[in-house]
């Protein structure tokens, strides 16, 4: 037996909780290959969608309550994963639920250059960090806008999001 293995076991770490947030208008697949990633890392994951001050709500295609609709249903096969809905700062919220992280997934250089800045901020504001996951390849084209802008005029996205957001933005884009 080496010294190392003669060691008693390293007390167990609290139980670690991270916080994913976005708008979420509607839930992806590459949004739920990021909770799922995050849910392996962390003990417990909260996804947040955030009401974002600097867009109009008649910017969004679907209301907070869908997303959430939406979301929970997209995740209800991860049992450490919640979702909630949060306002303000997200720092503020992070901080109320005792989160070590906020997670992003990184589809590239220009979301890397829209996230530096938000990670800096949040980390000034209270020294929580942001863990950023590469996007899966698969889904590195992939986003909330350009899913509804396809779908508006007919095309087929029935591989980059859940069934039942297929169904949802068949019925209010009229698909
Ligand atoms: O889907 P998005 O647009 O990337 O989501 C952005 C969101 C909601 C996560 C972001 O705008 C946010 O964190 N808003 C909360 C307000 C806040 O904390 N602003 C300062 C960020 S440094």
């Known amino acids: 037996m080496t010294?190392?293995?003669?060691?008693?076991?390293?007390?167990?770490?609290e139980a670690t909780r991270a916080v994913c947030p976005g708008s979420f208008d509607p839930v992806t697949l590459g949004h739920v290959d990021i909770f799922e990633r995050s849910a392996r890392l962390f003990d417990e994951v909260v996804v947040a969608i955030g009401v974002n001050r600097a867009k109009p709500s008649s910017s969004r295609l679907f209301g907070p309550d869908e997303r959430l609709d939406l979301l929970r249903t997209a995740t209800e096969h991860l049992p450490n994963v919640r979702v909630e809905e949060?306002?303000?700062?997200?720092?503020?919220?992070?901080r109320s639920l005792?989160?070590?992280?906020?997670v992003k997934g990184i589809r590239g250089v220009t979301d890397y250059e829209y996230e530096m800045p938000m990670a800096g901020m949040n980390r000034h504001l209270t020294g929580i960090d942001t863990v950023f996951l590469t996007t899966?390849?698969?889904?590195?084209?992939?986003?909330?806008?350009?899913?509804?802008?396809?779908?508006?005029?007919?095309?087929?996205?029935s591989a980059l999001v859940p069934p039942h957001v297929l169904r949802a933005l068949g019925a209010k884009l009229g698909r």
């Open 136 to 157: 899966d390849p698969a889904y590195q084209f992939v986003s909330s806008s350009l899913v509804k802008e396809v779908v508006s005029m007919g095309g087929d996205v």
């Open 86 to 94: 949060f306002d303000g700062l997200i720092v503020d919220y992070a």
């Open 98 to 102: 005792d989160a070590v992280a906020i």
């Open 3 to 13: 010294q190392e293995s003669r060691r008693p076991a390293a007390p167990r770490p």
